[in-house]
């Protein structure tokens, strides 16, 4: 079983709908969550950080974390046509004063106009 | 301000053969990565530094090899290429690695590997 399971989709919806995306994860280490968003042919670049349980918003997009359940999701409202990339989560821990990061597979999103 | 760089972009080799990418950043970071990328495997660490003249292994270590000679830069190298190593590969830094959001990883735009 992988540390972080990530739906691959792809997923496809139309514009103005909301999404959601998904991680679920088993090492209950992990304290730091990430989301990356990947446009085609390019490097991630860091869209959403959180660090514990709880909710971050920013903008359009809310990050949402559950330690409890091991499981954190994206959301994203009002979705463009621009939002279409590839959605990677990733979780952060520390051990033993060494980092451990962990990716997603990453999610294929396209936003039909 | 040009982030983090990464030459060539593309590459394609043939079985055996040797290459090194490079990766450079200017942001002052202490620590450097690379990873693989393939698909439905997401992004898998290679290996990474925490600082000049510093390497450790990460998750996929065999068939590469690393050096941080420079604090700005970051090699890869491949000594013997081989099929399986046909990947896209990216390098990234942070400031330390440890804590905090400061401590996010950037990432470089990605060198395109083909071996035949």
């Known amino acids: 079983q992988k540390e972080v399971e990530q739906d691959p989709g792809p997923l496809s919806v139309p514009e103005g709908a909301i999404v959601s995306l998904n991680c679920t994860y088993s090492n209950s280490a992990f304290q730091y969550f990430m989301w990356y968003r990947q446009y085609s042919r390019k490097g991630p670049e860091l869209l959403m950080y959180?660090?514990?349980?709880g909710n971050k918003e920013d903008g359009r997009f809310t990050a949402q974390v559950d330690k409890s359940s091991k499981y954190i999701s994206l959301f994203i409202r009002d979705s463009q046509p621009s939002d279409s990339a590839t959605y990677l989560c990733?979780?952060?821990?520390?051990?033993?004063?060494?980092?451990?990061?962990?990716f997603g597979q990453g999610t294929r999103l396209t936003i039909n106009p | 301000n040009a982030g983090v760089t990464q030459t060539p972009k593309f590459r394609v080799l043939k079985t055996g053969q040797s290459m090194t990418l490079l990766c450079a950043q200017d942001m002052n970071h202490e620590y450097m990565y690379w990873y693989r990328q393939d698909p439905g495997m997401g992004l898998r660490l290679i290996h990474y530094?925490?600082?000049?003249?510093?390497?450790a292994k990460g998750e996929v270590p065999d068939g590469y090899n690393v050096s941080r000679l420079k604090k700005q830069n970051f090699l890869l190298g491949l000594e013997s290429a081989a099929p399986s190593q046909t990947s896209v590969y990216f390098c990234?830094?942070?400031?330390?690695?440890?804590?905090?959001?400061?401590?996010?990883?950037?990432f470089g735009p990605g060198t395109r590997l083909t071996v035949l």
């Open positions: 959180t660090y514990s349980s």
């Open positions: 990234a830094s942070s400031y330390s690695g440890l804590a905090g959001e400061t401590d996010t990883q950037y």
């Open positions: 530094s925490v600082g000049e003249g510093t390497t």
């Open positions: 990733a979780m952060r821990a520390i051990i033993q004063g060494a980092q451990k990061l962990v």
